[in-house]
């Protein structure tokens, strides 16, 4: 008896024990978005953008940079990040990029981001508009 009790009380250890894991792996979630950025065969040649330290732009990709040993692409108003140029990419919320991101002047960007703030540095000035 003692037998049967003490194997009822290991497998209901290790249901707990397995439904725990089971419950703390991430989930997919089917509404975040996407993206499919270049694929590159060999790294990608970076170039320090002269106005933010630390931050490179991606030669002949626009929207893509490199800060902080992390990889940045810019899509559709969203932003992404990857430990590799290649991927795979993570959905990243606005309030959780770098702030040196924000500093990128919009040269580097094919649509400025809709929370995208150019310093006054970076915008052209009125005398600089063409008429």
């Known amino acids: 008896m003692p037998k049967i009790i003490f194997g009822i009380y290991s497998?209901?250890?290790?249901?707990?024990i397995l439904t725990?894991?089971?419950a703390s792996k991430p989930k997919t979630d089917p509404n975040a978005p996407s993206v499919t950025p270049p694929?590159?065969?060999?790294e990608p040649l970076l170039i320090a953008?002269?106005?933010?330290?630390?931050v490179?732009?991606?030669k002949d990709h626009i929207n893509m940079f490199f800060y902080a040993n992390l990889w940045y692409y810019y899509c559709d108003d969203k932003w992404f990040a990857s430990y590799s140029y290649n991927g795979p990419w993570g959905y990243i919320e606005t309030y959780r990029l770098p702030g040196r991101l924000g500093q990128i002047p919009s040269g580097h960007l094919r649509q400025s981001p809709s929370h995208y703030k150019e310093s006054p540095k970076h915008q052209k000035k009125d005398d600089d508009m063409d008429d």
């Open 49 to 54: 953008i002269d106005t933010v330290p630390d």
């Open 11 to 16: 497998i209901a250890i290790c249901l707990i």
């Open 20 to 22: 725990g894991c089971m």
């Open 39 to 42: 694929v590159f065969s060999t």
């Open 56 to 58: 490179y732009y991606v």
